[in-house]
């Protein structure tokens, strides 16, 4: 079944005075890029996150964000960050110093100013064992990624519906391309006899030979039966694709190169306007279905 790389997720949960909020979110990417931003005084936790989704997922650039809080009531023990206000205290002292150069006095900052400063003042939480509640967020975020992914199989199936109908497209512009390079075939023959006839009587010096050489080397180079030819495996190709139980992604964006460059190919042999517009409907319906493979894990 195709799959998606485009799905969302959120989640609640809670574990004794801490409660949470998952946010997840992934989009098309090359790779896999993920991207966290969870707290850091829970030992393990982003390392073990990251080893979960490696896991689960192939393809898409997924975001991650949890949020962690005490419930009302309970304690918040709080401590001052050695390093916070180490930096701090070496900030004001640098804003001291620069004031009495130019003569400028500042009023002294008071404990309660400094405590206020962003960082200075923390959450007592990692004085607390997190094991307990590192065990509860994995468990949890479990959960979670198979939302997710449940999310993600279901663009999948409306994206392998669109692919299979553009696919269908594909296979009846082949066959009108096909009809359009008969018709344009017998024409073509007709105009050019007429065309040499008309030559030879103008000009007896004319070597039959080399006419005939040239004549055959533009035949060659109007002939559309290989590039049709190679749009029809390759619209089996991306069938067998779709159909299978693996991620295909790649493998279909580089196809989708594949059939653009033999629709290129028709338009620039085409020498017919029948063939012609064949051969931009081709294009576009190719062009629309590239942008559905990109979401393609």
Do not use: Y
Not at 174 to 200: E, F, G, I, P, S
Not at 264 to 277: G, P, Y
């Amino acid at each position: 079944m195709t799959q998606s790389m485009t799905g969302f997720a959120t989640r609640r949960g809670q574990f004794e005075a801490q409660s949470w909020v998952w946010d997840m979110r992934s989009v098309n990417g090359k790779g896999l890029d993920l991207r966290l931003r969870v707290p850091d005084w829970i030992d393990g936790l982003e390392a073990q996150l990251r080893a979960v989704m490696s896991k689960r997922l192939n393809r898409g650039n997924v975001s991650l964000t949890l949020k962690i809080s005490r419930e009302a009531g309970a304690d918040t023990p709080m401590r001052i960050n050695p390093a916070a206000l180490a930096s701090a205290l070496a900030m004001l002292a640098e804003v001291e110093a620069k004031a009495m150069d130019i003569g400028v006095t500042l009023a002294q900052a008071s404990q309660a100013d400094i405590l206020s400063l962003r960082g200075v003042m923390e959450q007592a939480n990692d004085a607390d064992d997190t094991a307990p509640l590192l065990a509860a967020l994995i468990a949890d975020f479990d959960d979670l990624l198979s939302d997710l992914l449940v999310m993600r199989a279901n663009e999948g199936r409306a994206l392998q519906s669109v692919i299979l109908d553009q696919l269908d497209q594909i296979e009846a512009l082949v066959q009108d391309a096909t009809a359009a390079a008969d018709a344009r075939r017998n024409v073509a023959a007709a105009t050019l006899r007429d065309n040499v006839t008309k030559l030879m009587q103008a000009a007896d010096t004319l070597d039959e030979n080399r006419i005939a050489q040239e004549l055959a080397l533009l035949a060659v180079k109007a002939d559309v039966t290989e590039e049709l030819d190679r749009l029809r495996a390759h619209v089996s190709a991306a069938r067998t694709l779709v159909a299978a139980d693996a991620p295909m992604g790649r493998k279909l964006d580089f196809l989708m190169q594949e059939f653009m460059r033999e629709a290129n190919t028709l338009c620039a042999k085409a020498q017919a306007a029948a063939l012609t517009r064949v051969g931009l409907d081709l294009k576009t319906v190719i062009d629309q279905m590239r942008e559905q493979v990109q979401n393609v894990e």
